[in-house]
Nanobody, 128 residues
Framework: QVQLVESGGGMVQAGGSLRLSCAAS????????MGWFRQAPGKEREFVAT????????AYADSVKGRFTISRENAKNTVYLQMNSLKPEDTAVYYC?????????????????????WGQGTQVTVSS
């Protein structure tokens, strides 16, 4: 069982930055692929970024590539999402998720269905 708690959301003007954090319980954090998803009002939850392993393997949604950076710090059981150059369309509830590592490809973890555990979400609002 893994419990995930997100923090760092808030309100920011367009062009600004925020860093989200997701703290995970348990001692086997390094065995889980981690991802960030978001859900805007009236829309389905969508993939944002994933960091399945420690190191350089990551994947991003096209809409955030070049602006967002996902990183993980296994020693602190934490995954981060650095969000720069924020746009009003980035407004959403952001969720952290954990998946048992099954495959080596970062692209596999773009799928919402492969995640086993979810946090409660943190609101990000970007004003124009």
């Amino acid at each position: 069982q893994v419990q995930l708690v997100e923090s760092g959301g808030g309100m920011v003007q367009a062009g600004g930055s925020l860093r989200l954090s997701c703290a995970a319980s348990g001692r086997t954090f390094s065995r889980y692929a981690m991802g960030w998803f978001r859900q805007a009002p009236g829309k389905e939850r969508e993939f944002v970024a994933t960091a399945p392993w420690s190191g350089s393997s990551t994947a991003y949604a096209d809409s955030v590539k070049g602006r967002f950076t996902i990183s993980r710090e296994n020693a602190k059981n934490t995954v981060y999402l650095q969000m720069n150059s924020l746009k009003p369309e980035d407004t959403a509830v952001y969720y952290c998720a954990a998946a048992v590592q099954r495959y080596s490809s970062a692209d596999y973890y773009r799928q919402i269905s492969v995640y086993d555990y979810w946090g409660q979400g943190t609101q990000v609002t970007v004003s124009s």
